[in-house]
């Protein structure tokens, strides 16, 4: 059983940058495609950004790319978002999750397995 906690959430100005980072625990998520996703009230899950287990394969969608980066570091079981140039759009709960050994990297909530709480940024005008 994986268990994902995310943390670096915030209130921030827009233009501002804020940093995700998303800690596992329970084994290594070292062979697992990992992802971001972001919830707004009202509003279906989205897709943000995945990276593939190596972290040689990464995608991010298109309200946030070239803001927005995904990262991961095996060694310390832990996923990072690097999220610049914050606009009040981005706010949001962000989600981290883990797929299974084997998946492909996906933009589908329904390729993860494992999720985490959320964390809630928060982005003012």
């Known amino acids: 059983q994986v268990q994902l906690v995310e943390s670096g959430g915030g209130l921030v100005q827009a233009g501002g940058s804020l940093r995700l980072s998303c800690a596992a625990s329970?084994?290594?998520?070292?062979?697992?495609?990992m992802g971001w996703f972001r919830q707004a009230p009202g509003e279906e899950r989205d897709f943000v950004a995945a990276?593939?287990?190596?972290?040689?394969?990464?995608y991010h969608s298109d309200s946030v790319k070239d803001r927005f980066t995904i990262s991961r570091d095996n060694a310390k079981n832990t996923v990072y978002l690097q999220m610049n140039s914050l606009k009040p759009e981005d706010t949001a709960v962000y989600f981290c999750?883990?797929?299974?050994?084997?998946?492909?990297?996906?933009?589908?909530?329904?390729?993860?397995?494992?999720w985490g709480q959320g964390t809630q940024v928060t982005v003012s005008s």
């Open positions: 329970g084994r290594t998520v070292g062979y697992n495609a």
């Open positions: 990276i593939s287990w190596s972290g040689g394969s990464r």
């Open positions: 999750a883990a797929a299974r050994i084997g998946q492909r990297v996906g933009t589908s909530p329904g390729e993860y397995q494992y």
